[in-house]
């Protein structure tokens, strides 16, 4: 729920390292705009309490978290509701994770390097529904929309993330077939349509590059 002009907002902080949350509290605790009405270690717990507290105005969210990381809790974000505020505050500074979180629709993305003055900022333009993305994450996100690649990679289904997390551990079809509740078949055809889309030609090479690129800490 947004809260009138000249109210404060309410802010989430989603982080599984504790001194993060603390000092992102202590940051808006100096401004009166804001006030922390949830902490969460992991998606799973924002989730919870936004079922007894409500939607905040703004959610911080971490992306590498145990449970459910961000990709996964943003996801559910957009299905529940229908424009969550939301602002990535992450140490993953690469292509793949930028994009597949802008690929989402979240709201804003900066590094947990960035200075004190400019997570403000992004809350200011957020709260009313904008956009912020720091001058380093815009340069990754023009660099990668050159690349057909990175737009390749983005495209890819939950489920298809989920086969190669799998298949990264190094089990059979059959044991992925089970751990994801599909038939063989289905399987095959996530495997083939990855090795079509991607013109590769065998396993080895379809793991190497869920490797390279970080695909596997995409997959839930």
Excluded: W
């Amino acid at each position: 729920m947004i809260a009138p002009s000249g109210e404060t907002f309410t802010v989430a902080i989603v982080d599984d390292h504790v001194l993060m949350r603390i000092a992102i509290v202590n940051l808006l605790t100096t401004h009166n705009n804001y006030s922390v009405s949830i902490q969460a270690e992991n998606g799973k717990q924002l989730l919870d309490q936004v079922d007894s507290l409500g939607l905040p105005d703004i959610i911080l969210l971490d992306i590498n978290m145990p449970v459910m990381d961000g990709f996964e809790t943003m996801a559910v974000l957009k299905k529940r509701f229908k424009n969550p505020n939301v602002v990535a505050l992450s140490m993953y500074n690469d292509h793949t994770a930028i994009l597949r979180m802008v690929s989402l629709g979240i709201n804003g993305y900066l590094f947990k390097t960035s200075e004190a003055e400019e997570i403000l900022m992004a809350l200011d333009i957020v709260k009313t529904n904008g956009q912020y993305f720091s001058n380093m994450v815009n340069a990754k996100l023009f660099e990668a929309s050159k690349n057909d690649l990175y737009r390749k990679i983005t495209s890819l289904r939950q489920k298809e993330l989920t086969f190669l997390k799998h298949l990264c551990t190094g089990i059979t079809y059959n044991e992925i077939a089970a751990k994801m509740y599909l038939s063989h078949y289905t399987v095959e055809e996530y495997r083939d349509a990855l090795f079509q889309k991607f013109e590769f030609k065998n396993k080895a090479e379809l793991i190497l590059f869920a490797l390279k690129y970080k695909i596997v800490e995409m997959g839930l």
